[in-house]
């Protein structure tokens, strides 16, 4: 099971999130979008989406970068494994309390606000469940690491997310001791990746790139080319001038 979880069920998860969520896009481009409730509870919102997407960003930014960088380059850098996994722990802290304040609030708003909740889907409600049950197992993964200062599980983690990415045999060997916190953390957000085309996070894909070099344009009402009115009608009278008006 364990060869199965962290060894192929990687390639799985990946695959469906890249090709359906291209065939939903080609397919049904209509949904692409994240259903945005901000008229509701707009103050929450506003409180909750900044806090959320500056939160979850940070994540996202830190697990690519320091789980996928060659451990040579940060070598070379001079940056030990030490010191890598103390800023870990202070800025995922950090940025996965922020995501936990955010992310309450938006799901508060989901659950309990009842016009919110007629216009909401499984889906919605669901993934946001289980980004929070995510977001708790990693905040949890924080305590285990205070244990492991010197890095030398951070290393494991890199190992196994590389060996994954360029496609190498006994990845799940890395973490095959690591505690099973972490693997619960792994083997969530591998099934959130596998869920991905299917929710409202297929708009995390989405910038509007385009409008960078998109022409501008102005719509103008015109005349040219309008049809003649029908025989027997006059236009509506307008507002009379006087001289000198």
């Known amino acids: 099971m ?20 291209i065939a939903r896009y080609e397919r049904d481009p209509f949904t692409w979008k994240s259903k945005s409730s901000q008229l509701l ?5 506003i409180a909750g989406s900044v806090l959320f997407h500056v939160g979850i960003l940070t994540i996202f930014g ?14 070379f850098l001079g940056v030990s494994h030490e010191a890598k ?25 989901r659950l309990f606000d ?4 007629a216009n909401s889907t499984l889906a919605d409600t669901g993934i946001m ?24 599980e951070m290393v494991k983690f890199m190992n196994w997310a590389q060996a994954i990415i360029y496609m190498r045999a006994g990845a799940a060997d890395f973490i095959v001791d690591v505690n099973p ?3 619960a953390h792994i083997a969530l957000g591998l099934t959130i990746f596998l869920l991905f085309p299917f929710t ?40 009379r001038m006087e001289p000198g008006e």
């Open 2 to 21: 364990h060869n199965f979880v962290f060894g192929i069920y990687p390639y799985i998860a990946i695959t469906v999130m890249v090709m359906a969520s």
């Open 41 to 45: 509870r707009k103050r929450q919102f």
């Open 62 to 75: 830190g697990h690519l970068v320091g789980l996928l960088t060659p451990i040579q380059v940060f070598d």
């Open 85 to 109: 996994q103390i800023l870990a722990i202070s800025a995922g802290g950090i940025a996965g309390i922020m995501t936990l304040v955010g992310g309450t609030l938006l799901l508060h708003r």
């Open 114 to 117: 009842p016009r919110i909740r």
């Open 129 to 152: 469940v289980l980004l929070m049950a995510q977001l708790l197992l990693g905040l949890a993964t924080i305590i285990v690491s205070l244990g492991h200062l010197d890095g030398t």
């Open 181 to 183: 916190l972490f693997k």
């Open 200 to 239: 409202r996070l297929v708009h995390m894909f989405s910038a509007p790139v385009r409008y960078l070099w998109r022409p501008g344009y102005q719509i103008v009402r015109s005349r040219r080319g309008a049809k003649p009115a029908p025989a027997g009608l006059s236009p509506l009278p307008g507002p």
